[in-house]
């Protein structure tokens, strides 16, 4: 059975940063390419980013291109993301979903997803 649990989330000030964290519990992450996604009140779910089970494909939505940065750590059983220059838009729960070795095209072909992460951009 498949676990995920995210972590890093906060309250930060524009401008700022965070580093979230994807861990998981029972399973290794070697295989497993992890998306993030984010989902504010009243909004509908957005894919942030993906990173495939080598690292070596990368995917970001526009909103975020060049402020955040997908990383992994198998050693950890650890997928990061690096959130850089952050908005008051960028305000949402955020949650990590896996699915083995490739970005899918939709989220609905994750196989598991983490219970998120609140990340708040306030002054």
């Known amino acids: 059975q498949l676990q995920l649990v995210e972590s890093g989330g906060g309250l930060v000030q524009p401008g700022g940063s965070l580093r979230l964290s994807c861990a998981a519990a029972?399973?290794?992450?070697?295989?497993?390419?992890i998306g993030w996604f984010r989902q504010a009140p009243g909004k509908e779910r957005e894919g942030v980013s993906c990173i495939s089970s080598s690292g070596s494909n990368t995917n970001y939505a526009d909103s975020v291109r060049g402020r955040f940065t997908n990383s992994r750590d198998n050693a950890k059983n650890t997928v990061y993301l690096q959130m850089n220059s952050l908005k008051p838009e960028d305000t949402a729960v955020y949650y990590c979903a896996a699915r083995p070795y490739y970005c899918p095209e939709n989220y609905y072909e994750y196989d598991e997803w983490g219970q998120g992460t609140q990340v708040t951009v306030s002054s």
């Open positions: 029972g399973f290794t992450l070697d295989y497993y390419a």
